[in-house]
């Protein structure tokens, strides 16, 4: 639980069977549900893939990776629940910046970064989504990503809703990767598979972010 003020200003997480949250209109609170734990097939995989990488950081990585580690997470501080910047850690930052790899079929990533950020890239443009289940936009394949071996974006759709809506924070699910070439960078627009089924009429919601081959 985490709060700003004695008269609950700003707050997020839950006390007692009272849920602290904010949306585009401001705070909000709910009573706290404990949610039921299906054990989805990709929940497993997502699971084993963090229980994977923690085995790695204890008994693969030499001490002086994870001094790396360290400094990069510490040096990058990631974005809290109310937005305010915070030291993740060495095994933190680590999972992070391999999890989404693995799940896109990317070779692992054991040195940490030597520029300290989060690196950026040209955000897409022109989103489409048809009845042939395709998600695509463009991108700027001049981007250093995009001629960078082992590097890639990747894209997550989300489920289909009703077109009034203009918020959506999930769930996301992995839909597929626009690999990057030193040779032959990709050519824009791409176009992936949604793995929800798009139903005309709906708002499809979808997200992408860049994983580089540091």
């Known amino acids: 639980m985490k709060f700003k003020s004695s008269v609950y200003t700003q707050a997020s ?15 909000y609170t709910r009573a706290r549900a404990t949610p039921t734990n299906p054990q989805t097939i990709r929940q497993t995989e997502v699971r084993n893939r963090m229980s994977q990488l923690t085995n790695l950081w204890v008994n693969t990585l030499t001490d002086a ?8 997470a ?3 501080p990631l974005p809290d629940r109310l937005g305010e910047p915070r030291n993740v850690g060495g095994l933190g930052m680590y999972v992070r910046s391999n ?15 030597v520029i300290f950020d989060l690196g950026d890239f040209t955000p897409i443009t022109s989103p489409t989504a048809n009845d042939s289940e395709a998600l695509g936009a463009a991108f700027t394949n001049t981007d250093d990503w995009a001629g960078e071996d082992d590097a890639a974006m990747l894209v997550y ?6 077109p009034t809506i203009n918020y959506y924070t999930g769930p996301w699910r992995y839909a597929g990767k626009i690999q990057g070439d030193s040779i032959t960078p990709p050519t824009s627009p791409f176009s992936v598979t949604s793995q929800f089924t798009l139903i005309e009429g709906q708002k499809v919601f979808f997200r992408v972010q860049v994983t580089r081959a540091d």
């Not at 997480?13 to 705070?27: D, F, L, P």
């Not at 999890?99 to 970064?113: F, H, I, K, S, Y």
């Not at 759709?157 to 009703?162: C, F, H």
Request: proline residues 6%; without cysteine.
């Open 13 to 27: 997480g839950s006390i007692g069977g009272i849920t602290y949250a904010h949306n585009r209109g401001g705070m």
């Open 65 to 72: 990776q994870r001094i790396l580690w360290d400094a990069y």
């Open 74 to 76: 510490s040096a990058v």
């Open 99 to 113: 999890l989404a790899r693995l799940q896109a079929g990317e070779p692992r990533v054991d040195d940490a970064p």
């Open 157 to 162: 759709g989300g489920r289909p809703v009703n």
